[in-house]
């Protein structure tokens, strides 16, 4: 007896498509940290921003990180750290409102994060001279003391800097370095002439602020003369009588209202002055 097993006939049919495959590049992550909408800074100060970047697929070292101010450009185009901050140190105008931190990875893809901050104006520092003043008599052959004061709303005093000029001696060479207080102090010798000197004070985002005075610094001191008139020389009186003391006294260099006279005896000293 036979038996005839049916013979199956297997067919495989292969299928091709024409289409590619697509692969999804998500886009990186910035999230600005150090600073929050609203916030305020000061003008000119330098500011430290610090933000984090990521991507699901790259690591922050195939990452590149740029901070902006508007279109304007803070920091330019860096690596982040390992652990994915990036740092950008920056001064700011009143007009930079608009910080931004962007990202991109190897392949392009973008991410930002961008806050709005309150930029406030810094104030301009102040110079007071306190010497020289502008009715003292002054000589070129004698130092004349140079004293200001200087003070600034956000700068501690001993940060500013100070210079004293003359418009015929230039930049004058005295000790500018200001105390805890704000004081400077120093001295030098001026040319003979009309000096017009101004104290200038910087602080330290660059902001400026003066003050002035004129003074004239006469030739080389002379000294001042004065003749005797009454009592004349060799001249006598009654003990107890009351004796007429007239003389002259002029100077060169300054007005005689003012010299100062003084009497003296060699018998009872000083008589008074005038």
């Known amino acids: 007896m036979k038996v005839h097993f049916p013979v199956l006939a297997l067919f495989l049919f292969a299928c091709e498509s024409d289409k590619g495959v697509t ?18 800074v000061l003008e000119g100060y330098i500011i430290t921003f610090m933000g984090n970047v990521s991507d699901a697929n790259h690591t922050p070292d195939e990452l ?33 409102t608009s910080i931004t931190l962007e990202v991109k990875d190897i392949e392009n893809a973008p991410g930002s994060d961008t806050i709005s901050l309150n930029v406030i ?30 003070s600034d709303e956000e700068d501690e005093a001993d940060l500013l ?31 003979q002439g009309d000096h017009f000197l101004v104290l200038t004070v910087e602080d330290t985002t660059g902001k400026e602020g003066s003050d002035n005075v004129t003074i004239r610094v006469g030739p080389p001191n002379t000294a001042p ?22 003389a002259t006294a002029s100077d060169i260099d300054i007005p005689s209202d003012m010299l100062t006279v003084t009497w003296s005896s060699d018998k009872d000293g000083e008589l008074g002055s005038s």
């Open 23 to 40: 692969i999804f590049n998500p886009n990186p992550e910035a999230q600005i940290s150090s600073h929050s909408d609203g916030d305020e």
């Open 64 to 96: 590149t990180t740029i901070w902006k101010s508007g279109t304007d450009i803070l920091c330019e185009a860096t690596v982040p750290n390992i652990d994915g901050t990036s740092i950008c140190e920056a001064t700011l105008t009143p007009d930079d």
């Open 121 to 150: 104006p810094s104030a301009n520092p102040t110079a007071e001279i306190i010497a020289p003043e502008a009715n003292d008599v002054y000589y070129s052959d004698q130092l004349i003391t140079f004293e200001g004061l200087l």
């Open 161 to 191: 800097v100070a210079n004293w000029n003359s418009n015929l001696d230039g930049d004058l060479l005295i000790a500018t370095q200001p105390s805890s207080t704000g004081e400077v102090l120093g001295a030098t010798y001026l040319s």
């Open 225 to 246: 003369e004065c003749v005797i008139i009454q009592p004349v020389d060799g001249s006598a009186g009654p003990q107890g009588n009351a004796v007429q003391f007239e």
